[in-house]
């Protein structure tokens, strides 16, 4: 994820150096997507240590190596 932040926030200077609106709302468009699937994955680790799914003794990968 930290790449794309990095050209979020190249595109967000960029837009103030060279005074381009199509650039701000590019840089925009592109920390709401971020943003978006920030939360989506966020959300669903919530969702699976709730189900018990990760974090959970005997259910980690590498259970049959033992």
Do not use: H
Not at 45 to 50: C, E, G, N, P, Q
């Amino acid at each position: 994820m930290f790449p794309n932040v990095g050209f979020v926030l190249a595109m967000l200077a960029l837009r103030r150096e060279f005074q381009n609106d199509p650039v701000l709302w590019f840089g925009t468009a592109m920390s709401v997507l971020m943003l978006g699937v920030y939360l989506c994955v966020g959300g669903s680790l919530v969702k699976a240590v709730w189900r018990q799914e990760i974090v959970y003794p005997g259910r980690d990968e590498d259970v049959e190596d033992r």
